[in-house]
């Protein structure tokens, strides 16, 4: 069989691995260090110098397409990569979604609606992004955040210093959105184009982390699932994006408001796991891969994922007596405060 490389060493890369397995694939894993949790999973392990060339042409030599599980790593190197064997989603994915405004900017050429932002690179910028942008805002770091890391909350001019302090530049000032709920739109394309979405979960955060997704989501979410599934595929079009996307939504009295995109699987999507015909991980394979995509319908009535954070995974004894109850734990050595162990999805049926 073939061999996936994947780019990154988390529960993402893991989840991608076991999907490739069952699919006949091998897979070979270039993360930071050996106590990389997907590197339990994957057939082999390169550790990861990202900027060395001679450790990136031997994992180009031995993969024959080459995916990634976090943006958070630099458009360069898997350019380098892109140069050498099939990179899906391409480096201009990564590109667009590691930096905040540039995706911003991305999709509101495309029609969509984030909310009101703008650019901050100095502490004198906070103040006149302020005066545009105004209060509640949220400053949020341009590149590198997730599970909510590096963004502060201002209620007023007054918390600029301290949110300066916390975040510091260059980051992003946005209006704060009243919304009712929050949701994501999973979408997987292949190379010829074809497109195909999940039913859209409901995401409930705690402290800016994902805590829980529902499947179906309730009502105010299903009216904006049509115009925010289109906004999705059309930015997957004009990326020329092969593999996972998963865009975030705000569901407000004006229609969905983006927040964020990921070129790649996401959490929310885990529920797909055991709620849906095919995985998202599944689908993620195929559509690298050059396979036909899979269905996207739900294998029940309803479905919830929730995340197991910190020391939360220590109910796993519990959650293995309930029936119906798939528990997944990642396999990390360390459990700390907002820290992802595990999930656990249950499906109705
Ligand atoms: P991840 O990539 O792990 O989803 P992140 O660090 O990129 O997280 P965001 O998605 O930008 O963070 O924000 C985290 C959460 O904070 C959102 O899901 C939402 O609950 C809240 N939030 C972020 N931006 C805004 C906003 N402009 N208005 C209201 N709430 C917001
Ligand atoms: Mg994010
Ligand atoms: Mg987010």
Redesign the pocket.
């Known amino acids: 069989g073939s061999t996936i490389g994947i780019l990154g060493g988390g529960q993402l890369g893991r989840m991608i691995a076991s999907a490739a397995a069952q699919l006949g694939y091998r897979t070979h894993v270039l993360a930071p260090d050996r106590e990389s949790v997907a590197a339990q999973t994957a057939s082999s392990l390169t550790r990861a110098d990202y900027h060395n060339r001679i450790v990136l042409a031997d994992f180009a030599a031995q993969c024959d397409v080459v995916t990634y599980e976090f943006e958070n790593i630099a458009v360069e190197p898997v350019a380098w990569l892109g140069d050498r064997v099939p990179v899906h989603p391409s480096p201009v994915s990564l590109r667009v979604a590691q930096d905040r405004l540039a995706e911003k900017a991305f999709v509101a050429d495309l029609g969509g609606t984030p909310?009101r932002w703008a650019a901050v690179d100095s502490r004198a910028a906070l103040d006149a992004a302020i005066a545009t942008i105004g209060t509640p805002a949220?400053l949020?770091t341009t590149r590198m955040?997730?599970?909510?890391?590096?963004?502060a909350r201002l209620m007023s001019a007054a918390d600029a210093d301290a949110a300066w302090e916390a975040v510091g530049g260059p980051a992003v000032l946005?209006?704060?959105?009243t919304?009712t709920h929050?949701f994501s739109i999973l979408l997987v394309r292949d190379h010829h184009g074809n497109m195909v979405s999940y039913p859209p979960p409901w995401?409930e955060?705690a402290d800016?982390?994902?805590a829980r997704s529902t499947v179906p989501a309730p009502a105010p979410i299903a009216a904006h699932w049509t115009q925010a599934a289109a906004l999705t595929g059309r930015i997957a079009d004009a990326l020329g994006h092969v593999g996972m996307l998963t865009c975030?939504f705000?569901a407000t009295a004006d229609g969905p408001v983006f927040?964020?995109m990921?070129p790649r699987v996401h959490?929310s999507g885990h529920w797909t796991i055991e709620g849906a015909v095919t995985s998202q991980f599944e689908n993620h394979v195929r559509a690298i891969c050059g396979l036909p995509l899979g269905d996207t319908g739900l294998t029940g009535t309803a479905v919830t994922m929730e995340n197991l954070i910190g020391e939360e995974a220590d109910c796993w004894a519990e959650l293995l007596a309930e029936p119906g109850a798939h528990l997944h734990l990642y396999g990390k050595r360390e459990s700390r405060p907002g820290r992802k162990m595990g999930h656990v999805t249950r499906v109705t049926r």
């Open positions: 909310a949220v949020k955040g997730y599970d909510g890391k590096g963004q946005e209006a704060f959105v919304f929050e995401n955060h800016g982390i994902l975030e705000f927040n964020e990921a959490n």
